[in-house]
């Protein structure tokens, strides 16, 4: 199932190849190891709500294109006194598809579970995509710049619902949202907990695809994506800033997308959180029957205990 899917998503968004002078590497790598990437400080989101559950906000980290300066995302409400019921933030890996199917489904099944559940529409996704021709992960800084975007975000929507009387916040990331979550747990110290499902670990990866166009493209950003793995962005050289209980690790065994061994690794260098090994591959892992209610259930007594500790969070975060 992997590798059709492997396949089918390099004809349906193919990898080019791009000049050196064009990826700006070494001006993303001075902004990645600045402390511009993930300030200490971090501002509630300002947000719009429209309907019953759509709203908006200003991104925390504007930019060149207008499009991606506003943050779209949907609430479920777990009930009228959502506000004294912990919530979890939703981030998807591949947010074209999911953000419309999956997620909405997973919410409510939150929402049965007595928690909120919001949805966030990641940069240059979606409704966020600009009208002009656009490729980050082509060019270095253009994915920094945007990774940073994210994390501030998300930290930004943890904020406001932390601001709105939500007793404690958890992320749940799935693949390049796992990332992002893992990423935010290691930025800001509100967090109750976070789950990161079969998640990309750091910049480099390495694909088997059957088109030779997309294995020379591939190859011959390598190089640029091996500097930035020397960074923050790589999970493994960063560090958690909540407890290591509160971290689940979610890996297929047989996963092409997210490779077993970088996430064994991170398992290593975060002081070995709970970790789950899915006999299993990427696409399949998500589709296991029965797990989305195992991670409610080890989601419950954190979140609940969560609360308790709000308070002193909000101290250190300040």
Excluded at 32 to 48: C, Y
Excluded at 242 to 262: M, S, V
């Amino acid at each position: 199932m992997d590798w059709s899917a492997l396949q089918v998503a390099c004809v349906v968004a193919p990898v080019r190849q791009v000049p050196e002078s064009k990826r700006r590497l070494a001006e993303s790598l001075e902004f990645l190891n600045g402390p511009d990437f993930s300030p200490a400080a971090s501002d509630p989101a300002r947000i719009e709500l429209s309907g019953s559950r759509n709203f908006r906000f200003p991104t925390p980290r504007p930019c060149e294109d207008e499009e991606n300066n506003t943050v779209y995302g949907r609430l479920y409400r777990c009930g009228r006194r959502w506000q004294e019921r912990p919530a979890i933030i939703l981030l998807d890996g591949a947010p074209s598809l999911g953000y419309h199917t999956v997620l909405p489904w997973i919410a409510r099944r939150c929402n049965r579970a007595g928690f909120n559940a919001a949805l966030l529409v990641a940069p240059y996704q979606l409704r966020r995509r600009p009208r002009r021709p656009i490729d980050i992960e082509e060019n270095c800084l253009a994915f920094a710049r945007a990774m940073a975007q994210y994390v501030a975000e998300i930290r930004a929507a943890v904020g406001w619902l932390l601001d709105e009387g939500c007793p404690s916040v958890a992320l749940v990331g799935c693949s390049f949202g796992g990332w992002a979550a893992g990423l935010t747990a290691c930025s800001d110290a509100r967090l109750a907990c976070a789950v990161l499902i079969v998640p990309r670990v750091r910049v480099s990866f390495s694909l088997p695809v059957v088109w030779r166009r997309v294995r020379e493209a591939l190859q011959a950003l390598r190089p640029a994506q091996e500097a930035m793995d020397t960074t923050r962005l790589n999970l493994i050289l960063s560090t958690p800033v909540i407890p290591k209980e509160n971290i689940l690790l979610i890996e297929g065994i047989h996963d092409l997308f997210a490779a077993r061994q970088p996430i064994e690794d991170l398992w290593q260098k975060w002081e070995q959180p709970e970790l789950w090994r899915l006999p299993h591959g990427h696409v399949s892992a998500q589709l296991v029957l029965g797990l989305l209610g195992r991670v409610l259930r080890w989601l419950t007594p954190r979140l609940e205990a969560g609360g308790k500790n709000n308070s002193l969070r909000k101290i250190k975060h300040e």
